[in-house]
Structures are given as C-alpha cells and as structure tokens.
C-alpha cells in the first residue's frame, strides 16, 4: 500500500496576544500588546498508508486539530514538510482539494436557512461532479445514513444528528480519497455516534479511504482504528497500535468472579492484586501474561460461579497517559 | 461559470426565502430621499448650479435605482465567517471564494430588478418631465455601466473584507470607506455642484464611477465620447482593482489561522 500521508518534521508556532482582564487590561493592551508564542505543533513526523484508518488522541489543546488543519491546507507550517496524497498541503491545488474533506464535528458547513440539498448542489458544481456520479454518490449516501427524510428541510430546523449526517453527506459527495475527521461524533447520543462509525467504516471498505480521525469518545477510536497517534503539547508521544499501546500502559487484566460460597480478601491475596471483593464476587487485576494460568488455579482451589477476563477501560487507561504523564519524553 | 451559476442559485433561493426582508432592505435605502428633500428646499429659490428642483428630483431617484443595483452588504457575512472560521470551508473547496461572494452580491438583483423596473416604469408615465434618457441605446449603456459599478463596488468591499486576515474586525474600516463613498461617489451631492478642482479630482478616483457616472448616463448628461470614455475608465479600475484584490488575498492567505480550538 502506497503512503497517502507523509509529515516530517511538522511544527506550527502561533503569536497570539495576552489580554489581562477588565477595562485597565484593555487599556494596557492597546497601548503596548503582549505577544506569546504557542506552540501548537512541534516537531511531528509521522506516515498513513492508503486505506489506514487512525486515530489522534490527546487532551484539549494538544495539537490535534492544528495538526488536521496543516494537513488539509488551511494553515501554513512554521516549519516542516507535510505531503498528502502527493501534494503539498499549503498549495491547496484543486486537484488535491478534489481528493481531501475536512470534517468538524462543531462547524457547520451546510447553508444554513436552506435545505441540505441545496448545499448537495452547490457542492456538485463545485467539486465538477459528473451527474451520473453524483447520482451514485447521492444514493449510497442516502442508503449508508438514512437521509431520505430530512433531505428537503431547512438545515437550521435539523437536529443536531440528522445535520451531523449531512454534514458527512456534504463532506464525502466527490468522494474523497482521504478524511480528516475533527470529533465527528460530538454531542451525538450513543445510537447516532454507532451509526456514524459503522458508516465510516463502511466507507472506508468500499472506497479505501485513507481516514484520520480525533474523538473524545472512545468507543470511536476502539471501534474504528487500530492505529492511534498519541500527541501532547503539540509532540507525538505514541505512534503504533492501539493494543500494544494498551499492553504498555496498563499491563493488568482484571479477572472478574462470581462464588458459590462467601469469599474474603484473604482468599485470593495470592492470586493477584485484589480491587473490590464482596461475599460472592470479586475483581483481581492479574498481570497480562499470567491471566488464563491464575484462572484455571482459581478454578482448581475456589468452587466458581462465573468468571470473565476484561481488559482495562480504554478511556480509563488513556485518561492515564496524560495525567500521569506516562508516555512523556 | 456552471460553479458561479450553482452559488447564484443558491443565494437567490436564500433570497426568495427572505424575500420580505430584502423588501424592508429596498425601502430602507432613503439616503437620497432624505437629500433630495433637502436640495428641493434649497432648490426653490431657483436653481443650485445647473441643477433645478426637477434635475434634483431625477438625479436623486436615478441615484436610489443605482444603489439599488450596485449596493451589497455580504462584507457582514463575510466578517462573520471569517471571525468564527467558517471560512476555512470555503478554502477547502476547489473553488475561489470571491466566486462565492460575487454571486451572493449579485443574488438579489434580479429580485431587484422585478421591483424596481416596473416602479420605475410607473415613475416615468406619472412624471413625464421626469429628466431620464430611456432610449434602448442609452438603456444599454447604463445596463453596462451598472455591471462596471457593480464590480468595482465589489471588488473594493471584497478587499475591504480581506483586511480581516489581519484585523479580525474589517467592519470599521468599511464604515470608513462607506464615508468616503457617500460623498465622493455622488451618492449624496451630485459631483456637479462641487468646486471645480474637487470635481477634477473625483473625476479621477474610482467612487464615480460606481454611482455617478451611470445616474449621469441615465440623466443624459454625458455625450456618447463622456460615456464611452466612462465605461473605459471603469474597466481600467476593475482591472486595477482586481490586481489589488489578488495581492492583498495572496498575502492574507499566509497569515490566515483558523479560529477556534
């Protein structure tokens, strides 16, 4: 598989100025600013394959969307050399616009007093799509998210799932070759953001599509990505697969089990690391390797009811990589 | 062309959906009412310079029709879409975002048109000495002077607009430029009754030729040299213009940060 995206060296810098609050900060402002230097991104490197969904984690402010947004050409690396699809970004050629989308999940970029059809049209044109092309992309659309009722009503009397089905709808119609996706699930309820994902990965089986994606939510990244990029103040601290990063991290699985007979702490002290007991179950963190032996002796020395093997909370373990810092460098 | 076309028909579908307001937007357009019912007092004693009470009246009513025509206001949207990032949409299409803007300059014009042909019309029967040249060579001619004015116009507010890459809020200095266009263009004073050598300097400056040189045309006022040298003069600022436009958009375009997290 070729290499659809390929950042070397990324870094982007902003000037933003200090404001102190209330009117005298306003005054002290206008007269003399106060210029700081953000450092959004630096020095990231990094490369997709066609066909690769990936997913980019980290807490607010960390990069993430700096990083999409250098990707797709809106903005102009400090320093650095970013290719995407053979193109560089910045140059925003119409032959690379015509192969990109840029979804954000808490912008909109349907008309807003008209129907999403209209926005449909007007893309049409833009992107040159040829009728018959548009009417294949049209069906496979309304199929994959169910558009067909909400197609002819004003954007602004949508609500927020239906506009987010359009906004997908819009961002894919010329049928991108590679997505970046900025939280394309926020504020959806948990049966929408399902829809979304499996729509996502249906797209991406049957046009293999190059797919970059932040959420907040990971059931998206768990569900759609095996690879995750993993960045903080603006460096990539993590480049690889999301259950090796997982093993790294947090390397317990928790043994959950049901007793027939009442059980205490000091039971099970040897067997692993007790979390929670109470008179018929309890849960035991038990290092990776070790789990399927530690069962079957629990089988052996206990008279069990029931037992599962669980990984750690994804959004628990990586909650963890930035407040303990764990993959700092 | 078929992607301004595609914009247009968007903008004018947003504009049949506000058709009242863009209504309530023509009647609000009452500059030159309010300065015609000024001149015409002052008018009553006899003429001001070559301009009598009916002059005054032609003049400030052909004025109304040329705002009309050639008035656009998508800088606020502009300025919006800029501030919030919505911009950045637009940057991500294969397609200039001036297209985008022209046809929404242009997308309530022939709303226009429907309203204001047929008032004009009316205007013309009940006021016979009404001072327009309605001949059809002389409609041409304003018809193409207006599309001249119009694209100045927006090619000023559409430079105006991208002073918003450096300053976020681009909507003073078009409170500036609306200043300066009001007076300088004729809009509020026909430029006839300026002292002469402000008059020769105006002659020169591009405001003219978006709202006085078609109401002069329409009046007929200008020999067929006056207007076909006119319609030279627009096109050479357009040109200039679209020159500026270019340069200030490619250098904005390097600073240009989307907003938001």
């Known amino acids: 598989m070729k290499v659809q995206i390929s950042v070397s060296h990324l870094s982007k810098f902003y000037e933003v100025h200090q404001k102190e609050p209330g009117f005298f900060g306003s005054l002290k402002a206008f007269f003399a600013r106060k210029y700081e230097t953000v450092r959004a991104v630096e020095d990231v490197s990094f490369e997709i394959r066609e066909g690769e969904i990936v997913g980019f984690l980290g807490p607010n402010g960390a990069g993430k969307t700096t990083t999409l947004k250098v990707l797709s050409g809106l903005l102009f690396p400090t320093s650095g050399e970013v290719s995407v699809c053979g193109f560089r970004s910045f140059d925003r050629k119409p032959a690379f616009l015509r192969q990109i989308t840029l979804v954000m999940g808490q912008k909109n970029q349907l008309i807003w007093d008209l129907p999403a059809s209209e926005s449909f049209l007007v893309n049409r044109a833009v992107y040159e799509i040829s009728h018959g092309d548009y009417l294949d992309a049209m069906k496979e659309l309304t199929d994959l998210l169910d558009l067909g009722p909400v197609l002819n009503k004003q954007v602004r009397k949508l609500s927020l799932g239906e506009r987010m089905k359009c906004e997908l709808a819009a961002a894919l119609l010329h049928r991108p070759s590679v997505l970046f996706l900025d939280e394309p699930t926020i504020g959806l309820d948990v049966t929408m953001q399902a829809r979304v994902r499996e729509f996502l990965i249906e797209y991406n089986r049957r046009h293999g599509a190059t797919i970059l994606l932040t959420s907040h939510y990971m059931a998206d990244v768990v569900a759609l990505c095996k690879r995750v990029f993993v960045i903080d103040h603006g460096r990539l601290v993590y480049d690889g697969d999301l259950e090796a990063l997982v093993e790294r991290i947090s390397p317990v699985k928790y043994i959950r089990l049901v007793t027939q007979h009442p059980i205490g702490a000091e039971n099970l002290s040897h067997f692993g690391e007790v979390r929670s007991v109470e008179t018929f179950k309890a849960t035991l963190a038990v290092p990776r390797e070790k789990t399927s032996a530690v069962a079957a002796q629990l089988f052996q020395s206990l008279s069990i009811e029931d037992i599962t093997i669980e990984d750690p909370e994804v959004e628990e373990i990586i909650g963890r990589i930035f407040t303990e810092k764990l993959l700092s460098k | ?261």
Not at chain 2, 192 to 201: G, H, N, S, T
Not at chain 2, 239 to 260: D, I, T
Request: hydrophobic residues 55%; charged residues 15%; proline residues 5%.
């Open chain 2, 1 to 261: 062309m078929r992607k301004f076309l595609a914009e247009f028909r968007a903008c004018w579908n947003l504009i049949i959906e506000y058709r009242v307001m863009v209504v309530i937007w023509m009647l609000t357009i009452v500059l030159p009412l309010i300065m015609l019912a000024a001149w015409l007092s002052v008018a009553e004693k006899g003429p001001v310079g070559t301009y009598d009470r009916m002059t005054f009246i032609s003049y400030y009513f052909a004025a109304l029709v040329v705002r009309n025509m050639t008035g656009m206001w998508f800088i606020w949207e502009m300025d919006s879409e800029m501030r919030l990032g919505s911009l950045s949409f637009r940057l991500l299409k294969p397609m200039d975002p001036l297209l985008h803007y022209f046809a929404y300059a242009c997308s309530s014009k022939p709303f226009r048109i429907f309203i204001l042909g047929p008032a004009s019309l009316v205007a013309l029967l009940v006021f016979p000495e009404l001072k327009w040249a309605v001949d059809p060579l002389n409609l041409l001619l304003f018809v193409t002077s207006l599309a001249g004015s119009l694209i100045i116009l927006f090619l000023m507010q559409y430079t105006i607009g991208l002073t918003g890459f450096w300053i976020t809020r681009s909507l003073s200095i078009n409170d500036a430029w609306f200043f300066t266009y009001s007076l300088a263009s004729g809009y509020l004073v026909p430029l006839d009754l300026f002292p002469p050598m402000v008059r020769d300097l105006l002659w020169i400056l591009p405001f003219r030729y978006t709202m006085s040189f078609p109401v002069e045309l329409l009046m007929d006022r200008l020999p067929l040299g006056g207007i076909l040298q006119g319609i030279g003069i627009q096109w050479i600022w357009v040109a200039a213009m679209y020159l500026l436009n270019r340069l200030v958009w490619r250098r904005g375009l390097r600073r240009y940060s989307a907003v938001g997290a």
